[in-house]
């Protein structure tokens, strides 16, 4: 069902473009967009390295961006549009303020963190923390800024012809000084989310998804007042406010990574205690590089599905079980957290079996 509303609003989305822009002008908003969108992904892929989420939900939540959340802030600025000619004698200066300052913060980050929501009920299994919450947050963004750069570019290009403001000029902004806005955005909606994914049920999850928008919010509305408010100082205020911004969120990313490793390591620990592991292969587990090396082997003897599976299943299952540890969920909703920890201890061992056929893989 899920797939079906963001087709739908996919259709209209392309169907709207196609009427207010030449094919050809979007094909270069197209393309121009395509280099920002390049280096957000990449950014994604490397925090969602240690524990990978399914393509299938990251194809969800970039669709949920580029078709339902872009849908759904046009058809509200159609709404608003319609309500100021009727009423308000057409557009004004304010009302572009407010609608930059104001609306647009509201709505987009509104639809895109509902996005986010909604990975979280429907693919709750795969949503283990604060780094998932990130991951599919960003995701959705990247579908948003993605689809919203063509629009952007586009009209950058006629506005270009006719004399107006350097498509470069926008382009250096929205794809070279902050190709990240949006991500960091609704990753503030994301982290709130990743907690209740381990403290709280579905519909406590409500009350996060809510205190995660309010810095989302904020920070969108900061960027876009800035364009409105400091004029030729926005290079200086560029550097002062938004680039101490953007190294927090890295680094706060760096934290996150972090703890997602002492995880993986203290979780798996106590599975040792109990026999499902061996200490080297905690430390193979909990360490990046071994991994490295043990994925290396395990391609060489022809078992690198089989050591992927066993390295991600591995990193799930402690994922897994820290939530089972930190959560105030229903006892329905620990139960099928128990189960899921009974499917991928079964999982884990049935992967060792394989790999130990031939001889031992260095696991450090």
């Not at 106590?270 to 290396?296: C, I, K, N, P, T």
Request: charged letters at 15%; one cysteine or more.
């Amino acid at each position: 069902m899920g797939f079906v509303v963001i087709a739908c609003f996919a259709v209209a989305v392309v169907a709207y473009f196609l009427l207010v822009l030449p094919p050809q002008v979007l094909v270069i908003g197209l393309l121009l967009a395509v280099v920002p969108l390049c280096i957000v992904l990449f950014g994604i892929w490397l925090v969602d390295r240690w524990e990978p989420e399914p393509r299938l939900v990251l194809v969800f939540a970039f669709f949920w961006g580029a078709g339902v959340s872009i849908g759904a802030a046009l058809l509200f600025d159609f709404a608003v549009q319609t309500v100021q000619s009727v009423f308000g004698g057409g557009k004004s200066e304010l009302s572009d303020i407010l609608g930059a300052v104001v609306q647009a913060p509201i709505v987009e980050e509104g639809a895109k963190g509902f996005g986010v929501l909604l990975v979280l009920w429907i693919f709750r299994k795969h949503f283990d923390g604060p780094v998932d919450g990130v991951v599919y947050a960003a995701t959705v963004a990247a579908g948003f800024a993605f689809v919203e750069n063509i629009q952007y570019f586009s009209v950058q290009v006629v506005d270009q012809a006719y004399g107006g403001a350097s498509l470069a000029g926008v382009f250096l902004v929205r794809a070279v000084m902050a190709p990240f806005g949006h991500i960091i955005y609704t990753a503030c909606t994301g982290f709130a989310l990743g907690l209740a994914a381990r403290r709280t049920g579905p519909f406590g999850a409500i009350g996060y998804f809510f205190v995660g928008l309010i810095p989302a919010m904020l920070l969108h509305a900061l960027w876009n007042g800035a364009l409105v408010v400091v004029g030729d100082r926005f290079f200086s205020y560029y550097v002062l406010v938004q680039v101490p911004i953007f190294a927090a969120c890295v680094v706060g990313v760096f934290v996150l990574r972090w703890l997602e490793r002492r995880v993986t390591r203290v979780r798996l620990a106590e599975y040792a205690r109990a026999g499902w592991f061996d200490d080297d292969e905690v430390r193979m587990l909990s360490q990046g590089s071994s991994r490295q090396r043990a994925l290396r082997w395990a391609r060489r003897n022809g078992l690198g599905p089989v050591m992927r599976a066993f390295i991600s299943d591995s990193t799930r299952l402690a994922s897994t079980r820290q939530k089972i540890v930190s959560s105030r969920h229903s006892e329905a909703a620990r139960a099928a957290a128990t189960r899921d920890e009974s499917e991928l201890l079964a999982q884990v061992a049935a992967n060792r079996a394989l790999l130990r056929q031939p001889p031992p893989f260095p696991l450090v």
